[in-house]
């Protein structure tokens, strides 16, 4: 490819012009309502203007950000109004949506699912253009979203059916079952606005909490095709949505005491500040994903082609801006360069463009304070002693940022501790394999770990401390989330609870059980519940 500069990148911007029609947005999205207890609120108040990190050719020969819409900015009045129809529709477990048998649950989810894929192509559209996430990974998004949430279903049935039946033990009958918590606050990311945002908000509502609802900074308006959804689908008051600054509403929300679970994707500081406001804290039950730091660890037997490839996707995939990426490679100093050259040479081969271009690898960041970001923490290495290896690495143009490898990263610097959260590549060396493992052991983070490497005593060997250290070992592959089925957790300050399709049914429910003592009476009694369906907790039922 070309050597890129700054005008190559200001060339990868279109002209208003030149974006294919069918991946346009027909006109800016002005959101002007919420939804809470059911029914559609008016706002007008102030609003935020949703810049795209999609910037176009301007006459004066510039290049700015596209204006896409706009959204509620509310306050603590608003967020009051959707937390009180949250804890109205779930009244203290009484209400239709945690008394409803699952059954039922799984009908209106499934309404609200086909309700969601008609809305498919305008969802993802506005998923690449909020967050400049390629159009072919924005389809995957939705579409792996809504598997998700049909395995989800699945897994909430044979979670229940395993339930429905009576055990009996040193004299007791007995039925357990999973029930809910309460009301939810849930917050996803920018990222993955959609998949990460319902891999927590599914779970909850399919368990029977009620849920306000709050959408991230950046991925906002994608949310506005399925209010329609969410009101029709479900009861009144069982979600909620509120538009507002999280540092301003959510401490004012947790500190009611009427929030009973923190579902929240975003940074452990945060996570930290807000559990401190709620005044029972120990009441509160946190599902956090948190910040991560995942490493590499790159032995001398590695084989380099496949584990360039593999480096180059962790590292790399939508810029970089995932919890599960790869942010630190640790090579052993005999292969380092090699490895740096092929890596870099690979890493050329990437293509940079605008997110519906077939093939593309690098977007446009979210914003300006991104590229600001990267900038800060390249000049911070450069400061102590490290490179950019890559031709053009570190390059940019507004959003467009192009990825740097910097070498070599010591303690110290910004970039060997720091999660980075975009296309930014640091890399360090090792002699002696404990180095490596001090790196991991020594780190605020736990989520995952990749060991590259052909020698089965010697992996074997790393795996059982680092085990211990992080929630997932990855062998000659990069860090991932998926499938959905498995465990996603993390330790330290990287995750509280574990989110898989049936972890997180358990996460967002507490097991309850009814008892009776094995007599006669006792086993008429339940047998009458049941044959007259006196009860929606209390039944032998299976759902197919």
Request: glycine letters at 6%; hydrophobic letters at 45%.
């Given at each position: 490819?070309?050597?890129?500069?700054?005008?190559t990148?200001?060339?990868?911007?279109?002209?208003?012009?030149?974006?294919?029609?069918?991946?346009?947005?027909?006109?800016?999205?002005?959101?002007?309502?919420?939804?809470?207890?059911?029914?559609f609120?008016?706002?007008?108040?102030?609003?935020?203007?949703?810049?795209?990190?999609?910037?176009?050719?301007?006459?004066?020969g510039?290049?700015?950000?596209?204006?896409?819409?706009?959204?509620?900015?509310?306050?603590?009045?608003?967020?009051?109004?959707?937390?009180?129809a949250?804890?109205?529709?779930?009244?203290?477990?009484?209400?239709?949506?945690?008394?409803?048998?699952?059954?039922?649950?799984?009908?209106?989810?499934q309404?609200f699912i086909?309700?969601?894929?008609?809305?498919?192509?305008?969802?993802?559209?506005?998923?690449?253009?909020?967050?400049?996430?390629?159009?072919?990974?924005?389809?995957?998004?939705?579409?792996?979203?809504?598997?998700?949430?049909?395995?989800?279903?699945?897994?909430?049935?044979?979670?229940?059916?395993?339930?429905?039946?009576?055990?009996?033990?040193?004299g007791?009958?007995?039925?357990?079952?999973?029930?809910?918590?309460?009301v939810?606050?849930?917050?996803?990311?920018?990222?993955?606005?959609?998949?990460?945002?319902?891999?927590?908000?599914?779970?909850?509502?399919?368990?029977?909490?009620t849920?306000?609802?709050?959408p991230?900074?950046?991925?906002?308006?994608?949310f506005?095709?399925?209010?329609?959804?969410?009101?029709d689908?479900?009861?009144?008051?069982?979600?909620?949505?509120?538009?507002?600054?999280?540092?301003?509403?959510?401490?004012?929300?947790?500190?009611?005491?009427?929030?009973?679970?923190?579902?929240?994707?975003?940074?452990?500081?945060?996570?930290?500040?807000?559990?401190?406001?709620?005044?029972?804290?120990?009441?509160?039950?946190?599902?956090?994903?948190?910040?991560?730091?995942?490493?590499?660890?790159?032995?001398?037997?590695?084989?380099?082609?496949?584990?360039?490839?593999?480096c180059?996707?962790?590292?790399?995939?939508?810029?970089?801006?995932?919890?599960?990426?790869?942010?630190?490679?640790?090579v052993h100093?005999?292969?380092?360069?090699?490895?740096?050259?092929?890596f870099?040479?690979?890493?050329?081969?990437?293509?940079?463009?605008?997110?519906?271009?077939?093939?593309?690898?690098?977007?446009?960041?979210?914003?300006?304070?991104?590229?600001?970001?990267?900038?800060?923490?390249?000049?911070?290495?450069?400061?102590?002693?490290?490179?950019?290896?890559?031709?053009?690495?570190?390059?940019?143009?507004q959003?467009?940022?192009?990825?740097?490898?910097?070498?070599?990263?010591k303690?110290g610097?910004?970039?060997?501790?720091?999660?980075?959260?975009?296309?930014?590549?640091?890399?360090?060396?090792?002699?002696?394999?404990?180095?490596?493992l001090?790196?991991?052991?020594t780190?605020?983070?736990?989520?995952?770990?990749?060991?590259?490497?052909?020698?089965?005593?010697?992996?074997?060997?790393?795996?059982?401390?680092?085990?211990?250290?992080?929630?997932?070992?990855?062998?000659?592959?990069?860090?991932?989330?998926?499938?959905?089925?498995?465990?996603?957790?993390?330790?330290?300050?990287?995750?509280?609870?574990?989110l898989?399709?049936?972890?997180?049914?358990?996460?967002?429910s507490?097991r309850?059980?009814?008892?009776?003592?094995?007599?006669?009476?006792?086993?008429?009694?339940l047998?009458?519940?049941?044959?007259?369906?006196?009860?929606?907790?209390?039944?032998t039922?299976?759902?197919?």
């Open positions: 490819m070309s050597t890129i500069d700054f005008e990148l200001k060339q990868r911007f279109p002209a208003a012009a030149d974006i294919p029609e069918e991946f346009r947005l027909a006109s800016p999205i002005h959101q002007r309502i919420s939804l809470v207890d059911g029914e609120v008016n706002w007008d108040g102030a609003c935020k203007t949703v810049l795209s990190p999609i910037c176009v050719q301007q006459p004066d510039s290049v700015q950000q596209v204006e896409i819409g706009s959204y509620p900015v509310m306050g603590d009045t608003e967020s009051e109004a959707a937390l009180d949250a804890v109205k529709a779930y009244d203290s477990g009484r209400g239709e949506w945690p008394t409803m048998a699952v059954a039922q649950r799984i009908a209106c989810m309404d086909k309700r969601m894929v008609a809305q498919r192509q305008l969802i993802v559209n506005l998923i690449m253009w909020e967050i400049g996430k390629s159009l072919a990974d924005s389809r995957k998004e939705f579409d792996r979203t809504v598997e998700y949430m049909a395995a989800t279903i699945e897994a909430l049935k044979e979670q229940d059916n395993s339930n429905s039946r009576f055990i009996i033990a040193e007791t009958i007995g039925q357990i079952r999973r029930t809910p918590l309460g939810v606050l849930c917050m996803g990311p920018y990222n993955y606005p959609l998949n990460e945002t319902f891999a927590t908000l599914i779970p909850a509502l399919l368990m029977g909490n849920v306000v609802f709050k991230p900074q950046y991925g906002t308006l994608l506005y095709p399925l209010l329609e959804a969410f009101r689908a479900f009861p009144k008051g069982v979600i909620n949505t509120i538009y507002a600054p999280g540092a301003v509403v959510v401490p004012h929300m947790l500190a009611t005491g009427k929030i009973n679970v923190l579902a929240l994707i975003g940074s452990s500081k945060v996570a930290d500040h807000l559990k401190k406001q709620h005044p029972k804290s120990h009441r509160l039950r946190a599902i956090l994903g948190l910040d991560a730091k995942n490493a590499a660890i790159i032995l001398p037997d590695a084989d380099l082609d496949l584990t360039v490839k593999e180059l996707l962790g590292a790399l995939s939508f810029n970089g801006q995932r919890c599960t990426a790869l942010k630190m490679l640790i100093e005999s292969i380092v360069d090699a490895f740096l050259a092929r870099t040479e690979a890493l050329g081969k990437l293509k940079v463009g605008m997110p519906w271009e077939t093939g593309v690898n690098i977007t446009p960041l979210p914003g300006l304070h991104r590229t600001a970001y990267m900038t800060d923490a390249i000049d911070d290495a450069r400061a102590l002693g490290a490179h950019v290896v890559n031709d053009a690495g570190g390059t940019f143009c959003t467009l940022f192009y990825p740097a490898v910097v070498y070599p990263v303690e610097m910004k970039l060997y501790r720091e999660e980075q959260f975009g296309p930014l590549i640091p890399v360090t060396t090792f002699s002696d394999i404990e180095t490596a001090e790196y991991v052991i780190s605020d983070h736990g989520q995952q770990v990749s060991i590259f490497g052909s020698d089965p005593a010697q992996i074997g060997e790393l795996v059982d401390p680092l085990v211990n250290q992080v929630c997932r070992v990855n062998l000659n592959c990069q860090c991932q989330r998926g499938p959905d089925v498995f465990p996603f957790a993390g330790r330290k300050d990287s995750a509280e609870g574990t898989s399709v049936t972890d997180a049914l358990r996460a967002f507490i309850s059980m009814v008892a009776a003592k094995q007599t006669e009476d006792s086993k008429a009694l047998d009458a519940i049941v044959n007259d369906h006196q009860s929606k907790f209390v039944n039922g299976f759902i197919f």
